[in-house]
């Protein structure tokens, strides 16, 4: 079973920086592509940045210059270092990746999600 575990978040002022990390475990074959995406209230699921497995990556606008994703193949972890941050980055914050489980079909995981909280 594979499973993808959250952590950082939580609550900081306009200008300020979080680091959010993931790390996927089980029995996983293989990893393609990480990202994060973020849904606030009210709000449809928003991609905010992913990663591909030979260092791609693509990023939101909203959040060029400001967020990097960085990726560790060796650890199955996946990393979102948000600087810059602003009130409207508020969202609770889901980590995602597409993983070939054992000797099964590539699919989708999720993790649970983190809150991040901008203050003005």
């Known amino acids: 079973q594979v499973q993808l575990v959250e952590s950082g978040g939580g609550l900081v002022q306009a200008g300020g920086s979080l680091r959010l990390s993931c790390a996927a475990s089980g029995n996983i074959f293989s990893i393609n592509t990480m990202g994060w995406y973020r849904q606030a209230p009210g709000n449809l699921r928003e991609l905010v940045a992913a990663?591909?497995?030979?260092?791609?990556?693509n990023y939101a606008d909203s959040v060029k210059g400001r967020f990097t994703i960085s990726r560790d193949n060796a650890k199955n972890t996946v990393a979102l270092q948000m600087n810059s941050l602003r009130p409207e980055d508020t969202a609770v914050y889901y980590c995602n990746a597409f993983i070939v489980p054992g000797t099964s079909a590539l699919r989708a995981y999720w993790g649970q999600g983190t809150q991040v909280t901008v203050s003005s």
């Open positions: 990663i591909t497995s030979g260092g791609t990556t």
